[in-house]
């Protein structure tokens, strides 16, 4: 575990400690917002605030079996950067402009309403999924294989669809075996066909679908994980504690 992860757990639980934690990583915290927005990002600006609550967030709900904290605390940023752009895109749709305003330079007033109007439109709020893919892409890839692989390894029958949900289900809820899978960076067959007694031969077959299953259901993926429906009723099956 990295010394940032542990720090990050200490500043979790030490509210002494959590104001120098954020301030040493300030310049992350910018770089974040400046990536996410696209645009220069000062600590006057309300996406610094966005940002810096949304660090502080990140360090309150973050926890080991979430991967690297500055990995989680970038996809917390740049949720509620989108979610900031999304309202303040709302509002914006509501005010009547000049169809005429951008034909002219020649007021000051214009210009500036023009450069308002760019920054809010350069980024979709509808982007939020392409974030999550992104950032499973970058975990995935360190297992050797893409996201995009999964439409060629997702089970197409009932049967296999449900063996793979048994296996997701029963990995995701135990802390120690996502822990080994990821350090691995294996599938532990060997654990889910000796307690799951489910047939070897799907369990490989599928292991890639079923590494991405269980890192989008323990991760933070909330977009993501509505498209694994199957799952999450075979979650709300199980009543196991480990």
Request: net charge neutral; aromatic share 12%; proline share 2%.
């Amino acid at each position: 575990m990295r010394n940032i992860d542990i720090n990050a757990m200490k500043a979790k639980d030490d509210k002494t400690y959590i104001e120098e934690f954020i301030n040493e990583y300030e310049s992350f915290i910018l770089q974040t917002a400046h990536k996410t927005t696209g645009k220069y990002v000062t600590k006057s600006d309300d996406q610094w605030s966005v940002s810096l609550s949304a660090f502080n967030e990140a360090i309150k709900t973050y926890s080991y079996e979430k991967g690297g904290f500055l990995f989680f605390a970038e996809m917390v940023i740049k949720r509620r950067l989108y979610d900031y752009i999304k309202k303040q895109s709302q509002h914006f749709q509501e005010v009547t402009v000049n169809p005429h305003m951008f034909e002219s330079d020649s007021d000051e007033e214009d210009v500036a309403l023009k450069q308002e109007v760019l920054n809010k439109i350069v980024i979709k709020p509808d982007d939020a999924a392409k974030l999550e893919i992104e950032a499973i892409s970058a975990i995935l890839n360190e297992y050797g294989f893409s996201f995009f692989h999964l439409v060629s390894v997702s089970p197409k029958a009932m049967k296999t669809k449900t063996a793979c949900a048994k296996a997701i289900a029963f990995i995701s809820q135990n802390t120690l075996l996502v822990n080994e899978m990821r350090n691995s960076k294996n599938l532990p067959i060997k654990v889910i066909e000796n307690n799951l007694h489910l047939p070897r031969k799907i369990m490989e077959r599928h292991r890639k679908y079923i590494i991405a299953g269980v890192e989008i259901m323990a991760g933070n993926y909330p977009i993501l994980s509505e498209y694994l429906k199957f799952v999450r009723e075979e979650l709300s099956k199980w009543k196991v504690s480990f």
